[in-house]
T-cell receptor
Framework: GAGVSQSPSNKVTEKGKDVELRCDPI?????LYWYRQSLGQGLEFLIY????????KSGLPSDRFSAERTGGSVSTLTIQRTQQEDSAVYLC???????????????FGPGTRLTVT | AQSVTQLGSHVSVSEGALVLLRCNYS??????LFWYVQYPNQGLQLLLK??????LVKGINGFEAEFKKSETSFHLTKPSAHMSDAAEYFC?????????????FGTGTRLKVLA
């Protein structure tokens, strides 16, 4: 079946502009995660959505970052007033519903490479 | 708090030689541990996972890992390296304590396979 898809695959933007990154999770996966992969910081968690629960935004680096998940499926990560330090690969992952005592592996998309000039 | 340490940011092995990539974890609860591989310009692909069943876990592409609670380790091994194994490998622990099960990743190990 189809895996996690992300768009665009590459995005070049000028400093100060806003960008939107899209993630389509695997159908039926209710948990969705965003991570950022950068040279200086490695792989870091940004935000987590699970069903209709309030998202865990504890990893967002600043208030310029926000994300939403519409209809429990597609998610959009928005970065406002981009800065050069936002340049990174943004990875989306999804997994099956989280049950107490169970864990399901996360399936990752190919990522969006963001370059802020 | 949970954390993962991967010793050796770069590892080189000869084709056919043993591959050993090290991962140590810290966790206040029984951990769920994962190894992922990332090929250039691609996302992360799951190699194997440990979720408190058998301590020796077999994964794809001939990789396996052994969970050792006494050593807080989850090292990844493969008996014989192949050129196609050249990639970056990430060890991760699932954050069970927060209930989000988000991954906390190690810094990664880039494996180079020499002909």
């Amino acid at each position: 079946g189809a895996g996690v898809s992300q768009s665009p695959s590459n995005k070049v933007t000028e400093k100060g502009k806003d960008v939107e990154l899209r993630c389509d999770p695997i159908s039926g996966h209710t948990a969705l995660y965003w991570y950022r992969q950068s040279l200086g910081q490695g792989l870091e968690f940004l935000i987590y959505f699970q069903g209709n629960s309030a998202p865990d935004k504890s990893g967002l680096p600043s208030d310029r970052f926000s994300a939403e998940r519409t209809g429990g499926s597609v998610s959009t990560l928005t970065i406002q007033r981009t800065q050069q330090e936002d340049s990174a690969v943004y990875l989306c992952a999804s997994s099956l519903v989280i049950l107490a005592g169970e864990t399901y592996e996360q399936y990752f998309g190919p990522g969006t490479r963001l370059t802020v000039t | 708090a949970q954390s993962v340490t991967q010793l050796g940011s770069h590892v080189s092995v000869s084709e056919g030689a043993l591959v050993l990539l090290r991962c140590n974890y810290s966790s206040s609860v029984p951990p769920y541990l994962f190894w992922y591989v990332q090929y250039p310009n691609q996302g992360l692909q799951l190699l194997l996972k440990y979720t408190s069943a058998a301590t020796l876990v077999k994964g794809i592409n001939g990789f396996e890992a052994e969970f050792k609670k006494s050593e807080t380790s989850f090292h990844l091994t493969k008996p014989s390296a192949h050129m196609s194994d050249a990639a970056e490998y990430f060890c991760a622990v699932s954050d069970r304590a927060s209930g989000t099960y988000k991954y906390i990743f190690g810094t990664g190990t880039r494996l180079k396979v020499l002909a």
